[in-house]
T-cell receptor
Framework: GENVEQHPSTLSVQEGDSAVIKCTYS??????FPWYKQELGKRPQLIID?????GEKKDQRIAVTLNKTAKHFSLHITETQPEDSAVYFC???????????FGTGTRLQVFP | DVKVTQSSRYLVKRTGEKVFLECVQD?????MFWYRQDPGLGLRLIYF???????EKGDIPEGYSVSREKKERFSLILESASTNQTSMYLC???????????FGSGTRLTVV
């Protein structure tokens, strides 16, 4: 069946460094790829998303890249800050439907 | 801001009990979802609904049912709770295809 693999499962960086989280998906018909941030004890919140007709999208310190041929997409956080510490989930749509398949999450820790 | 409200943050139930988890959204979204979140497994889709009285099974529907009598309310029912249903349950809603989910705060259910 369709699945989304996410790596790494944990990531520790020094404040000010960059962090990269990678996901691969199996459904070639997937056309929507959101990223969610979940702080401890809180709900997942959408931080950025990208659609299959776009290769890259940026929002301040956060960017997402998509390689449809290779079926992978990545989250890039630059100039990391302690408040970026959270669990990040990638997701891919099941084809052109409203259902999302989530990755297993990456716990990012940013040390001051 | 879209609000998705889950009625309970924490629940403790006994094995064999029938359990109702309630979710209400206030933005007239057509689509609503129930996920469970477990460490190392990410978010897995239990059921979703794309309209009143309409529902579809997700990836792990066994042991669960749902009810959507009104557009704003989507209920998850554990017919006979078991210890392997101890988990965090997240409700989400979404307006049409191509939009991100808005999640509720989650219900942490413990079945003893």
């Amino acid at each position: 069946g369709e699945n989304v693999e996410q790596h790494p499962s944990t990531l520790s960086v020094q404040e000010g460094d960059s962090a990269v989280i990678k996901c691969t998906y199996s459904d070639s018909a997937s056309n929507y790829f959101p990223w969610y941030k979940q702080e401890l004890g809180k709900r997942p919140q959408l931080i950025i998303d990208i659609r299959s007709n776009v290769g890259e999208k940026k929002d301040q310190r956060i960017a997402v890249t998509l390689n449809k041929t290779a079926k992978h997409f990545s989250l890039h956080i630059t100039e990391t800050q302690p408040e970026d510490s959270a669990v990040y989930f990638c997701a891919a749509s099941r084809g052109n439907t409203d259902k999302l398949i989530f990755g297993t999450g990456t716990r990012l820790q940013v040390f001051p | 801001d879209v609000k998705v409200t889950q009625s309970s943050r924490y629940l403790v139930k006994r094995t064999g009990e029938k359990v109702f988890l309630e979710c209400v959204q206030d933005m007239d979204h057509e689509n609503m979802f129930w996920y469970r979140q477990d460490p190392g497994l990410g978010l897995r889709l239990i059921y979703f609904s794309y309209d009143v009285k309409m529902k579809e099974k997700g990836d792990i529907p066994e042991g669960y049912s749902v009810s959507r009598e009104k557009k704003e309310r989507f209920s998850l029912i554990l017919e006979s709770a078991s210890t392997n249903q101890t988990s965090m349950y997240l409700c989400a809603s979404r307006t049409g295809t191509g939009a991100g989910y808005t999640f509720g705060s989650g219900t942490r259910l413990t079945v003893v």
